[in-house]
């Protein structure tokens, strides 16, 4: 995985509204707007946000990524349940 | 010649103000009064104008640019995050100030990014919304450090960083007395497993380092070792570093400590002598 490439992709969809909302209806769209490799594509589409941080992805950003795909802080516990899963 | 005459260490934890309910009230209570505290300090100290150094959480600059050491010089408002529950001001910034310490730190080998037009995010934002903001003589010259985003700015060049704008202070032909907030910390986990664990144990070895001018042990942390013990939002003591810089071998006063796990992290508050 691309950690440089990965947090432009996400950082992009934590600044950029439209971009947020379309991904919630198709991240696939969005993310072919990108040269990502295909472990990188998959994590992020599936919102796996433990293997990103295990790639070195900050793990601020994840945070206020999955806040933006997600339905914003309130959804925090799921992604805590994610961080933490086995 | 302009006078720096103090400074006090702080959080900037967006919950405070964006789920202001969510600890006991006699932890927000606390907090909200030791803010309120800083602020009348500011005012009884007669400062002119206030140095807020935090840092950006990758919401004020993205990948494409991650300035180590960053200083607001003209139009500066806030949060960018319209979440955190205060409403979106513009700041009185300090320009001649600013530019003076941009200047002197050009001229003395710190090599400052500049914003000319910024809105910031919480972590100046919600200092200067408390602490500053309710008095309308008192300016503000925004400076952010790079404690947030790898790659991180280093313990050591904060702590220059600080002694640079110090000195430009002193250099400045002006009557201005100026205060610094280093804001920030203590140990919280952002967006890492562990978040909402507050490391009580290393929260206070920060402030009786502070407490007995130990500066060299706070400078001596590795960014590992900090991660480890207190999560990634510890860094933020970089910041806290930067305003330390500014006083040399002081001794700060403790004047709250809470841990508030609601909030995710140990909130400090100190003040500290010029």
């Known amino acids: 995985m691309n950690v440089n490439s990965i947090e432009r992709v996400l950082w992009d969809l934590c600044s950029i509204r439209e971009k947020a909302i379309e991904f919630s209806d198709s991240p696939a769209s969005v993310l072919s707007e990108y040269e990502l490799d295909s472990e990188s594509n998959a994590a992020i589409e599936s919102k796996n946000v433990l293997a990103l941080a295990r790639a070195g992805v900050s793990q601020m950003l994840l945070m206020l990524f999955w806040s933006a795909v997600s339905g914003g802080l309130a959804t925090l516990p799921e992604y805590l349940g994610r961080m933490n899963a086995k | ?274």
């Open chain 2, 1 to 274: 010649m302009a006078q720096f005459v103090g400074g006090f260490l702080l959080p900037h934890d967006p919950l405070i103000t964006s789920n202001p309910n969510a600890p006991a009230k006699e932890a927000a209570d606390a907090v909200k009064g030791a803010f309120a505290q800083v602020s009348r300090r500011l005012v009884e100290m007669k400062v002119d104008s206030v140095i807020v150094i935090g840092d950006d959480h990758y919401t004020v600059m993205g990948p494409h640019c991650i300035p180590r050491c960053l200083i607001a010089i003209g139009d500066a408002d806030g949060p960018v995050e319209p979440w955190v529950g205060i409403p979106r001001a513009k700041y009185r910034v300090d320009q001649e100030l600013a530019l003076q310490i941009m200047n002197y730190g050009f001229a003395n080998r710190v090599d400052w990014s500049i914003a000319k037009s910024i809105t910031l995010d919480h972590s100046t934002a919600l200092p200067i919304h408390f602490c500053v903001q309710p008095h309308a003589q008192m300016q503000v010259v925004p400076v952010l450090v790079n404690s947030g985003v790898e790659p991180l700015i280093s313990n050591t060049r904060c702590y220059e960083i600080g002694q640079s704008i110090r000195q430009a202070i002193e250099a400045w032909n002006s009557d201005r007395r100026v205060a610094v907030l280093g804001t920030g910390g203590l140990s919280h986990w952002v967006g890492m497993a562990e978040m909402g664990r507050v490391n009580e144990a290393w929260d206070r070895m920060i402030i009786q380092a502070v407490e007995s001018g130990s500066i060299d042990r706070i400078l001596g942390l590795t960014d590992a070792d900090i991660i480890e013990q207190a999560g990634n939002g510890a860094l933020e003591i970089k910041n806290w570093i930067t305003a330390l810089g500014m006083a040399g071998q002081t001794k700060g006063r403790l004047i709250e400590y809470v841990p508030v796990p609601e909030w995710v992290t140990g909130c400090g508050f100190m003040e500290f002598a010029a």
